[in-house]
């Protein structure tokens, strides 16, 4: 819990400097090389290798396998995509799926708020508008998903 607070508060002022810079007109010193981002492709590398067996390393996105983690924290989430965000246009081999339809398929639990889902959806969405028209392999939609699964939680 400490290392993810840690994780989470630096990432958070990681964040505001960069957006700082980009006010006045500095240069990004960018993310390679920044311990909490080697940290999270470290880890999530040994996460992708349990959530698909068998695909090959070639196939590794950060953004992919924290999407797939339904509970990832949102700011993880926001990392990813501002380190890569050429992997918001990648399809996964196993399913077809884009990040964004990864999201739209997060359970939620009772109690659990929408914010996060609905923050990570707009991020993406406003960085990737024609996601929503790409079917995966199932021949859904990330907004076919989204609603999927919106109802279940109504059901319950």
């Known amino acids: 819990n400490t290392l993810y607070m840690c994780n989470t508060t630096d990432i958070l002022l990681h964040w505001q ?3 700082d810079r ?3 007109g500095e240069m990004s010193e960018g993310l390679e090389g920044w311990w909490v981002l080697d940290l999270l492709v470290a880890i999530l590398f040994a996460a992708h290798q349990q ?5 090959t390393i070639t196939n590794f996105s950060p953004l992919h396998t924290l999407s797939a983690i339904c509970n990832v924290p949102l700011p993880f989430l926001l990392l990813a995509i501002h380190a890569a965000p050429e992997d ?4 996964d081999v196993q399913n077809g ?3 964004l339809h990864n999201v739209a398929q997060w359970a939620l639990q009772v109690g659990d708020p929408i914010v996060r889902k609905s923050i990570a959806l707009t991020t993406m969405m406003r960085l990737y508008p024609e996601a929503d028209a790409i079917h995966n392999q199932n021949g859904e939609t990330p907004t076919d998903i989204y609603y999927r699964t919106t109802n279940m939680l109504a059901e319950n």
């Open 22 to 24: 980009a006010r006045l």
């Open 17 to 19: 400097q960069e957006e």
């Open 51 to 55: 959530l698909y067996p068998g695909q």
């Open 97 to 99: 799926n884009l990040a």
């Open 88 to 91: 918001l246009v990648k399809s």
